[in-house]
């Protein structure tokens, strides 16, 4: 990883720590046990029940982490009134392109891309069972 990067304020939300890699394991699971309930439905409603819990407690957990996340960072965009020096085309300050950099960092984290790669194709794998299972059975 870059030296820059380490010295960033947001290294902690996107470095690869065992912390940040267990929330993307458990929205992973999250997705997966939702993806499930349709198909666990014509199998057995007891085990569509668990996943759908499963699935609604682990959403819960990794959207509070990310929404922690998000709200740090809103808090340092404020506090330091970079918005307003944008569009205001105000001169930055050294700290704001630091600030700027390690927010540009954390949003194009490894983790992030993995998530939404995932959420899509279970996403559309579930899509085309469910249809299979409701309509083409």
Same mark, same amino acid.
């Given at each position: $990883?870059? /030296?820059?990067?380490?010295?960033?304020?947001?290294?902690?939300?996107?470095?690869?720590?065992?912390?940040?890699?267990?929330?993307?394991?458990?929205?992973?699971?999250?997705?997966?046990?939702?993806?499930?309930?349709?198909?666990? $439905?014509?199998?057995?409603?007891?085990?569509?029940? $668990?996943?759908?819990?499963?699935?609604?407690?682990?959403?819960?957990? +990794?959207?509070?982490?990310?929404?922690?996340?998000?709200?740090?960072?809103?808090?340092?965009?404020?506090?330091?009134?970079? &918005?307003? /020096?944008?569009?205001?085309?105000?001169?930055?300050?050294?700290?704001?392109?630091?600030? &700027?950099?390690? &927010?540009?960092?954390?949003?194009?984290?490894?983790?992030?891309?993995?998530?939404? +790669?995932?959420? +899509?194709?279970?996403?559309?794998?579930?899509?085309?069972?469910?249809?299979? $299972?409701?309509?083409? /059975?």
């Amino acid at each position: $990883m870059k /030296k820059t990067c380490i010295e960033c304020s947001e290294y902690k939300n996107c470095k690869d720590s065992l912390a940040s890699w267990g929330f993307v394991i458990i929205g992973l699971i999250a997705t997966v046990a939702i993806r499930l309930v349709t198909v666990l $439905m014509h199998l057995n409603p007891l085990y569509a029940k $668990m996943a759908w819990y499963i699935g609604i407690a682990g959403f819960l957990a +990794f959207f509070v982490y990310k929404f922690r996340i998000n709200q740090n960072r809103a808090r340092v965009i404020a506090r330091q009134n970079l &918005i307003s /020096k944008i569009n205001n085309q105000k001169e930055l300050t050294k700290n704001d392109y630091k600030t &700027i950099g390690a &927010i540009l960092c954390g949003v194009g984290s490894r983790k992030e891309r993995i998530n939404y +790669f995932f959420i +899509f194709v279970l996403s559309a794998a579930a899509l085309l069972l469910a249809i299979y $299972m409701d309509f083409l /059975k």
